[in-house]
């Protein structure tokens, strides 16, 4: 089935601090998606991006899907942003379709 | 805001008891999803349904767990019998595939412990 590795596993920030998270995946995909989940544990859905560049605000993702890889852009980091960032596919083909498979997340720590 | 809804929030059972979870989906959604995240394994795919129908669970034991969409309202996650093993949050998303896609929508999860 498909891969996906994120990198770094860990991250430690001072506030205001910009950062870039990676997600690389094996194979094709007809979606992609990044998630924090919060300290209280909540998934939440930041962008969907299987391919090209979104923005909201100090959060950027951008996925060449040609070379297997997704980069969510945090700037000007806060407290808030604390918590685990997932990447998440869903493959084209065979068994993969359908299935959405998650990394193993980047914990993300924000110091004021 | 549309949100998928989950219940109970948190349940905490004694090892051999049936524990139903419950998922309301997002209206209108197509494709609903059931996760299990422990620390150790991370969000692990147990179970999904497209149109109510099931496609996939080969992430459940099958001899305890059962997934179900009695209607496009309602989805269960039932363990039976529960065992120390299982305690985990349980996750439910849904979204819409083939239409305007904006990914997959997830629950606030049900924490279980088993005692």
């Known amino acids: 089935g498909i891969q996906v590795e994120q990198s770094p596993p860990d991250l430690i920030l001072q506030e205001g601090a910009n950062s870039t998270l990676r997600c690389n995946f094996s194979d094709s995909v007809n979606n992609l998606q990044w998630f924090h989940q919060n300290p209280w544990g909540q998934l939440i859905n930041l962008f969907y991006?299987?391919?090209g560049t979104k923005q909201n605000g100090r959060l950027s993702a951008t996925t060449v899907a040609t070379e297997r890889y997704s980069l969510l852009y945090i700037s000007s980091s806060q407290t808030t942003d604390s918590g685990v960032y997932f990447c998440a596919v869903e493959g084209v083909y065979g068994g993969s379709q359908g299935n959405l498979i998650f990394g193993k997340g980047t914990k993300l720590s924000v110091k004021p | 805001d549309a949100r998928v809804t989950q219940t109970p929030r948190h349940k905490v059972t004694e090892m051999g008891q049936e524990v139903t979870m419950r998922c309301q989906p997002i209206?209108?959604?197509?494709?609903v999803f059931w996760y299990r995240q422990t620390m150790m394994q991370g969000l692990e795919l147990l179970a999904y349904f497209r149109n109510r129908a099931p496609l996939d669970d080969s992430g459940m034991p099958k001899d305890r767990f059962s997934a179900e969409m009695p209607d496009a309202t309602l989805a269960t996650l039932k363990i039976q019998p529960s065992e120390p093993r299982d305690s985990a949050v349980y996750f439910c998303?849904?979204?819409?595939?083939?239409?305007?896609?904006?990914?997959?929508?997830f629950g606030s999860g049900t924490r279980l412990t088993v005692v």
């Open positions: 209206l209108g959604h197509n494709t």
């Open positions: 991006i299987p391919s």
């Open positions: 998303a849904s979204g819409l595939l083939g239409g305007a896609n904006y990914g997959y929508t």
